[in-house]
């Protein structure tokens, strides 16, 4: 991942796609057969060559927890757990987009420095606490792909 120039969310939404303005609350976003999650680069589980393994889209843990979701309820978060929801039925299929962190050791975070110009596709796993991950299989560069290429394609 190293040495990919960084994007703009919205030029990489629209690279998808996607033309509606997606507000800063939204780090899900639904494309009518998938969801596109944005995964921090920094949250991602890793193999051991140091790729994308799996991310967590629903914890017991502090981060993407439905309990907490559901007691603190917030647009963003609800947004998100409705979207984990849709692919956990199999209504939609999950994809994922990398933001870079400003600070990665930063608690909240601080927002984001750009997007990798990449998706990942997968599955989505249910451990046996009822967490969910959302497990790599396979990722592509969006510049490696024309704009009607990308739109069309059923990623």
Do not use: C
Request: glycine share 8%; net charge positive; proline share 5%.
């Amino acid at each position: 991942m190293v040495g990919l120039p960084l994007v703009r969310r919205k030029q990489l939404l629209s690279d998808l796609g996607l033309v509606a303005l997606a507000s800063r609350s939204s780090w899900s976003h639904d494309f009518g057969d998938s969801i596109a999650f944005d995964a921090w680069e920094h949250h991602w589980e890793r193999d051991a060559r140091g790729q994308l393994a799996r991310y967590p889209l629903r914890t017991n843990g502090p981060h993407y927890n439905l309990a907490d979701s559901r007691r603190n309820p917030r647009r963003g978060h609800t947004r998100w757990q409705d979207h984990v929801d849709l692919v956990v039925a199999g209504k939609r299929n999950a994809r994922a987009l990398v933001p870079v962190a400003n600070d990665p050791t930063a608690n909240p975070n601080r927002g984001a420095k750009g997007w990798l110009p990449q998706v990942v596709e997968g599955h989505i796993e249910v451990d046996g606490e009822g967490q969910v991950w959302f497990v790599a299989e396979r990722i592509f560069e969006t510049g490696t792909k024309s704009r009607s290429e990308l739109m069309f394609t059923k990623w």
